[in-house]
């Protein structure tokens, strides 16, 4: 299967496996929440995730209590988001399948195993305190802290949802629903049908419609019935958020794709930085409506740890005008972001950069920002953690390396001379615009290079959350049933494949695999002699077969002044042993799939070697690759130019 992205894309689809693969959790993003609560029942909105100092999660009998007054009951759906058929009173509501409940006075044993969730809606009844007290007055707040992340509702169609928002200020129903077509929401609909959707009243214990003036508030679940023409699952407000991580941006170990100006540095200064996209889409219908989108950084915050906070800096980015490039956009680092003001039906990319800048202690850092999207009264929220780490750290907690450049390396080879074929004794000249070439190099825990033309990035299977999955590197498609994937697709999970067309391996011409070929052709069984008569024919043999190398073997290895090359190594590294596309291979360009006189191309040979530069940088090498190709002319084709290797996977083994 021919890669049918650029360069660039490729980078950024190992950098985004990378993440998965390389990075472990990095210190938690702790939010607290406050919550007010009245005397009798509430409906609360929990969006932090409360864990304790060794990162696990707390019970709700751990997190709901309070001083001053008394929490008897909390109930909690099943689900992340509760759906059920609208109930009026809160106890007939998870007296049904679905709920869990804790009590107070419960003598059962079990209130201890029913654990708090974040962005999760519970049913908190606070008891009266004496008969002068009524249900409804005020009884006190509930401070709880706990992770956040990047959080957009799943809704359930056709029914109702128990759900709540991340919420400042006090913005209006009707204009956060209206891309829905809610806007025209009443308390009490005419026709006599329940009210779409619905708030509980603590004073009296039930629930009652709302209409498109009242507000929303922080911390307050809501009933909302869910049409079953939504078109968007994940709607949160008329603003909709795409964004590369299921929680947050993770930038992966680095140390960066993207070369660009240093801003805070001399002319000439430059920064490794790994990129990340959001894309913000406006479900409004009307192009007036608009909506100011704002990235703020919450933690680490600067004041009396001004080191600590600048450690992990995000840059806004854009592209460099008449050039393939990025550069640092006039914003500069991402601290109070105004990002764009969207009208109605727009839709806006933000690209952000990473850059490292610590070069001691931990290799995790984590920042926390906060996505703001502006309605009348108030905004809707979004907490965004963004996680980085440091390849010069590597070790510890991230795993060392069996060989010090063992893993997955993707590169780009940027070609800047080639043979003339127009001038005598063939001399090299400068391109006019050099290409970007993707290359993929394994190297194995014994420090051998290999070459591969596709890898899958998965994990393996486990059915213990005790048991953490193992990151894997699969280049064999049958054995891809026996893992798992790495990323969350369409309610699946799926791995994460990385290919390049520029290096297409060779056919296997070894005996066992071509026996059909080498008896109907009465040959020695000798790859060369198979190879040779394969060469030879201007027509398919019908017993060839289709099966090609999954990775082909280098000679050298990857290091600062090492080389690199295609050799022969069962004769010596001298002798040369090209990449061979045979005449039938499925990647010769003069082949024709469906031209019945081009169905046989010419023997191609590719001999590579790559010399890298004695400076070195972590996860990062530099050097010089030529490669002389023999086949695609009557002369051999030279070309030179610069690559880039990036190490993107510490996985020392193919499956």
Known sequence: MNNRHSPSTLLRQCSLAAAVLLLPTAPAAIQTQTVELDYGWNSVWLEVEPVDDEGETLTVDQVFT?????????????????????????????????????????????????????????????????????????????????????FQPTWTRGAYNLVGFGISGRPRFAEFFAPLGLDDIVASPSDGSAPVIQRLDPATGAWAGVGGTDVLLPGEAYWIWVPFNLKNRHFAGPVAIASPGLSGLDFGVGPGAIEVADPQGNPGDTLMLTSRELTFSSEETDPAATHTITIAKVLPETSGTAAVADELRLYALEPKPESLAWQIAESGQVTSWNVVDLAGGATRTATVGAHRHWTTGEPLRENLYRIDVALDGGSVRFWLPAAAGNPDLLGGELGAPASQFTGLWVGEIRANEVT???????????????????????????????????????QTKTAADSIAAEPVLVVDEAKIPYFEGIQERGGKKVGQRVETAFFDLPREMDATTQSALVAAAGLDGSEEATTDYVNAQTSRPAALVETYHLKWELAGGLGPDAIVRTADLAAGDAVDQPLRLDPFHRSNPFRHAYHPQHGAGYAIERSFTITFDPDYEPGLLRGTYQETTTGLADFDLVSRGRITLQRVSLVGELQ
Do not use: C
């Open 66 to 150: 309070a001083v001053g007054y008394d929490i008897d009951i909390v109930a909690r759906p099943l689900t992340p988001v509760g759906t059920a058929e609208f109930i009026d009173s809160p106890e007939n509501t998870f007296n049904q399948a679905g709920w869990l409940v804790w009590y107070e006075s419960d003598l059962s044993g079990d209130n201890d195993s029913i654990l708090t969730h974040g962005n999760q809606a519970y049913l908190v009844h606070v008891a009266l305190p004496s008969k002068t007290d009524k249900d409804g007055d005020p009884a006190g707040t509930l401070a709880i802290s706990g992770r956040v992340g990047f």
């Open 420 to 458: 003339s074929a127009t001038e005598d004794g063939r001399p090299l000249r400068p391109t006019t615009s050099p290409a970007g070439l993707p290359i993929l190099i394994h190297v194995d825990t014994a420090g051998v290079p290999w070459l591969l033309s596709h890898v899958m990035f998965m």
